[in-house]
């Protein structure tokens, strides 16, 4: 059994932490062998994020179970959070136990002011990269949508958690088990202006388009 335990925080980008939610889950289901995963929060009022979704975590620093993968997301709360000494020092006890501590976006941030990822490689949003790195003792890598160093794994900005987290669970259960939790979520990104004419979408008032030989 895998337990993923999800950080939250006022301000966190939210798809930092559901893209990733919504991987972990799907996995658990397909799995059907006990996974769980738990949002995880300092105190249990209501987390307001960085796009004004409210969302209620399931337990707190103090009452959690032991968490075997660790996500840590980004978003403009983390420039506050960097200040709070109770979520870094759960940060650091709780990665120095995890079996894998993973980013998403400025994620990276309380992982480097925890200790976690001192010395280390790591991936974070293409805006943060050089405030990053220039706190010294870090490895900003920045032409990777995540970077795997050891047991730490970490990833771009928002949408690049979910590939983090497809990475993850093909390490745990196997590649085929990801493949079969990236078609389950439809996860087959053709972004609108950067994927081939003809687009795969229903403009206002149009036909759909058909695909060209």
Not at 37 to 53: E, H, I, S
Not at 108 to 125: I, N, P
Not at 147 to 154: E, H, I, M
Not at 165 to 181: F, K, M, Q, S
Request: charged share 25%; glycine share 10%; aromatic share 6%.
């Amino acid at each position: 059994m895998t337990v993923y335990g999800l950080l939250l925080f006022d301000g966190v980008e939210e798809l930092d932490f559901v893209g990733p939610w919504e991987v972990f889950t799907a996995s658990a289901g397909i799995r059907a062998q006990g996974d769980t995963a738990v949002l995880v929060a300092q105190r249990r009022d209501p987390v307001r994020c960085n796009k004004g979704m409210r969302v209620l975590p399931d337990c707190t620093f103090d009452d959690h179970p032991p968490l075997d993968v660790l996500l840590v997301p980004g978003g403009n709360g983390t420039r506050t959070e960097v200040a709070n000494p109770v979520l870094i020092e759960w940060v650091r006890r709780v990665s120095a136990r995890a079996t894998w501590t993973t980013s998403v976006c400025t994620g990276a941030l309380l992982l480097h002011e925890a200790g976690t990822a001192r010395g280390r490689r790591v991936a974070t949003h293409h805006a943060f990269e050089e405030t990053l790195q220039a706190r010294g003792d870090i490895d900003v890598v920045r032409d990777a949508r995540y970077v795997v160093d050891g047991r730490l794994v970490s990833s771009q900005g928002v949408s690049a958690g979910i590939d983090m987290a497809l990475w993850l669970v093909g390490r745990l259960h196997g590649r085929d088990h990801a493949r079969a939790v990236r078609r389950y979520i439809q996860y087959e990104p053709a972004p609108p202006y950067l994927a081939d004419e003809p687009e795969p979408a229903v403009e206002e008032g149009g036909e759909r388009p058909t695909a060209q030989p």
